[in-house]
C-alpha cells in the first residue's frame, strides 16, 4: 500500500519564493527521505531525516518531521528555476531491507 | 563516470515479446534495486538484491525476472510483455541496503509496449 501522500500533487512559484510541499505517511517510520526528479532523469537525493529528528537543513533546503502527525514538510526557500522538478517523501519502516515507499510527488515549476 | 547506470533508456516493443534492461552501479554498493515509476509518477518497488541475494522480492508477476551475476550489476529480464508493462524503471543502490541510507538512482529505462 502506498505509503507517502504529496500535497500538492503541484505548485506554482515565481523565481525567489519559497516552496512548501508536504508529506504524509501511514505507518512508523525509521526515516524519511526527499528526492528531486528532473524531467526525464533518475530520482537524487536531497535530505534525509531520522525518526528521533525534527529538523534538517541543507543549504536552502529545510525539512520538518511531526512524527505524530506521521507528516514531513520540506521548504525550498529563494527558489530558482533550476529548482523546478518533481519531489518525492520516502518512507523507511523496513527492518533493515532498506525497502523505500515514495508518494507520488509534488511538481514544482519555478517560473524566473 | 555514471555511476549507476542502466541500458537502454528508451525501449519499444511489442506486446508478447521478451526483453532485458541491464543495470551497473560503479560505487562498490552491496544492494540494488529495481523501481516501477507508471505514467502519474507513482514509483513502487519491484526487487531487491544484496550482494547478489534476493532480499525484497514485491507482488511482481513472474514475467518479471532479475537477475544479478555480481553485486555491481542487477539486470531485468521481463517477459510475455503486456500493454500495462509500458512504464519507465528506474535501478537504484544503496550501500548496505540495511535502512537509514539514500539511494542512487540510474536515468531510468522508458518502456513502451504496443
Known amino acids: 500500500s502506498q505509503q507517502g501522500e504529496e500535497d500538492p500533487q503541484a505548485l506554482s512559484i515565481q523565481e525567489g519564493e519559497n516552496a512548501t510541499m508536504n508529506c504524509s505517511y501511514k505507518t512508523s517510520i525509521n526515516n524519511l527521505q526527499w528526492y528531486r526528479q528532473n524531467s526525464g532523469r533518475g530520482l537524487v537525493h536531497l535530505i534525509l531525516i531520522r525518526s528521533n529528528e525534527r529538523e534538517k537543513h541543507s543549504g536552502r533546503l529545510r525539512v520538518t518531521l511531526d512524527t505524530s502527525k506521521k507528516s514531513s514538510s520540506l521548504l525550498i526557500t529563494a527558489s530558482r528555476a533550476a529548482d523546478t522538478a518533481s519531489y518525492f517523501c520516502a518512507t523507511d519502516a523496513s527492518s533493515n531491507t532498506g525497502k523505500l515507499i515514495f508518494g507520488q510527488g509534488t511538481t514544482l515549476q519555478v517560473k524566473p | 563516470d555514471t555511476a549507476v547506470s542502466q541500458t537502454p533508456k528508451y525501449l519499444v516493443t511489442q506486446m508478447g515479446n521478451d526483453k532485458s534492461i541491464k543495470c551497473e552501479q560503479n560505487?562498490?554498493?552491496?544492494?540494488m534495486y529495481w523501481y516501477k515509476q507508471d505514467s502519474k509518477k507513482f514509483l513502487k518497488i519491484m526487487f531487491s538484491y544484496n550482494n547478489k541475494e534476493l532480499i525484497i522480492n514485491e507482488t511482481v508477476p513472474n514475467r518479471f525476472s532479475p537477475k544479478s551475476p555480481d553485486k555491481a550489476h542487477l539486470n531485468l529480464h521481463i517477459n510475455s510483455l503486456e500493454l500495462g508493462d509500458s512504464a519507465v524503471y528506474f535501478c537504484?543502490?544503496?550501500?548496505?541496503?540495511?535502512?537509514?541510507?539514500?539511494?542512487?538512482f540510474g536515468s531510468g529505462t522508458q518502456l513502451s509496449v504496443l
Open positions: 537504484a543502490s544503496s550501500h548496505e541496503g540495511q535502512g537509514g541510507e539514500k539511494l542512487f
Open positions: 560505487l562498490g554498493h552491496d544492494t
